[in-house]
């Protein structure tokens, strides 16, 4: 998957959920940075690390 692509899909998400734009904003520019600072292993494995925790 590109980076595009994966904007395009938490864009769609965004839009969904009716997110208010400058937090659309906020999250489109952590991406671009995460996506600089990251491989795709490590986003993968650190992001869902961190969302199993929310259910703790």
């Known amino acids: 998957m590109t980076n595009s692509e994966a904007l395009g899909y938490m ?6 959920l009716r997110i208010e734009k400058e937090t659309v904003r906020k999250i489109r520019k952590s991406m671009y940075y995460q996506f600089d600072i ?10 869902h690390d961190w969302y199993y925790t929310l259910e703790e």
């Open 11 to 16: 864009l769609l998400a965004c839009k969904e």
């Open 38 to 47: 990251k491989t795709e292993d490590e986003a993968d494995e650190q992001g």
